[in-house]
C-alpha cells in the first residue's frame, strides 16, 4: 500500500502545477488580447488620413 503522506505530496504538487499552469494561460491570454489591440490601433490609425 502507498505510503498516505507521498499520496498528499503529489497530489499537493499536482494541485500546485495545475494552478500554476492556468495562472499562467490566463495571463498568456491577456497579454495576446493586448498586442491584438494595439495591432488593431496601428492598422486604423492611418485611416482618417485617408480619405
Not at 503522506?5 to 504538487?13: A, C
Request: glycine share 12%; hydrophobic share 45%.
Amino acid at each position: 500500500m502507498p505510503d498516505p503522506i507521498l499520496i498528499d505530496t503529489f497530489s499537493r504538487l499536482a494541485m500546485a502545477l495545475g494552478i500554476g499552469f492556468l495562472v499562467g494561460v490566463e495571463r498568456g491570454w491577456r497579454h495576446r488580447e493586448g498586442r491584438r489591440m494595439e495591432h488593431a490601433r496601428l492598422a486604423c490609425a492611418p485611416m482618417p488620413s485617408l480619405g
